[in-house]
């Protein structure tokens, strides 16, 4: 066990860097935690990983971890990610986006990347709120809650974002919850070694803006409701109950962007020698 927890701690900046600068209660650390343990179980060096990400609470969490990281303008982080990876197609890149940075003024982004199938582990924490800028409603926003921008209700219904993912063309998704932090540790690692785009969609807690708005109480309470609002593929049984389904929704084997576009290159090249 010592061991294990000297592998997670190399991952992390940890003299410089903390503590971090979440909200108490705040889901996101919990995601950073899996993200730290997934890297380490598969073993992974610090210089073979990329983490790239977009504006807003989630954006910050490169700050914190010793790989190759970028900090980029809001809803782009999958463009960034996808230069990163069609330069350096043997490094695993991470892209981590909030709900509203992936799929509101990065939404196009998103669906473009999975429609590619390049390489890329996409994981959204979806707390169903913009926490940075003061708790307007996002595209994950369920319909009637409360925000800001919602004092009387949305108005509008929220994206599934693994129904998304899935039609796409992404071959990987998966979804879990910052309650069920050992099983989320496993989806990002089965993401990270899937060839091809994985989403990873993770529900997440925002006691300040979210919670308090929605009368939902603080963080425990949040984290309670994760469980019992929650079930598995397994216990779903293709019977749909009223819960939000976790565990790996979509894991597909699809032509992947930069084997392509390296196959192409060759193709060209020997054409031109031949010639």
């Known amino acids: 066990m010592s061991r294990i927890l000297a ?14 600068v979440w909200c108490p209660g ?13 890297v380490a179980r598969l073993g992974l060096e610090k210089d073979s990983v990329a983490m ?56 196009n982004h998103f669906i473009h990347a999975c429609r590619r199938n390049i390489d890329l582990s996409a994981i959204v924490i979806n707390n169903s709120i913009y926490g940075l800028t003061g708790g307007q409603h996002s595209p994950t926003t369920p319909l009637g809650a409360t925000s800001v921008t919602t004092p009387y209700g949305n108005l509008e219904p929220a994206f ?24 989320l540790d496993g989806f990002i690692a089965r993401s990270i070694e899937k060839k091809g785009f994985s989403v990873v969609e993770v529900l997440s ?31 779903a049984q293709g019977k749909y109950r009223g819960k939000l389904l976790r565990g790996i929704l979509v894991d597909r084997d699809l032509p992947e962007c930069t084997e392509e576009y390296q196959k192409l290159l060759t193709r060209l090249q020997n054409e031109r020698g031949a010639r």
């Open 52 to 107: 790239v990400s977009g504006i807003g609470c989630s954006g910050r969490m490169p700050v914190y971890v010793d790989f190759n990281t970028v900090h980029t303008t809001h809803g782009r982080a999958l463009a960034f990610a996808t230069g990163i990876k069609l330069a350096k197609p043997r490094m695993k890149v991470l892209v981590v986006m909030g709900d509203g940075d992936a799929l509101a003024i990065g939404g």
């Open 160 to 183: 599934d974002i693994a129904k998304l993912a899935e039609a796409a063309g992404a071959a990987f998704v998966a979804r879990s919850t910052v309650y069920h932090a050992l099983e």
């Open 26 to 38: 705040c889901g996101i650390g919990i995601v950073l935690g899996a993200i730290i343990r997934a």
């Open 7 to 20: 592998d997670e701690h190399k991952y992390l900046r940890a003299s410089k860097k903390f503590p971090t």
């Open 205 to 235: 807690d925002c006691p300040i803006h979210y919670g308090r708005a929605n009368k939902m109480g603080g963080a425990v309470e949040m984290l309670r409701w994760y469980r019992d609002n929650t079930m598995t593929v397994a216990e």
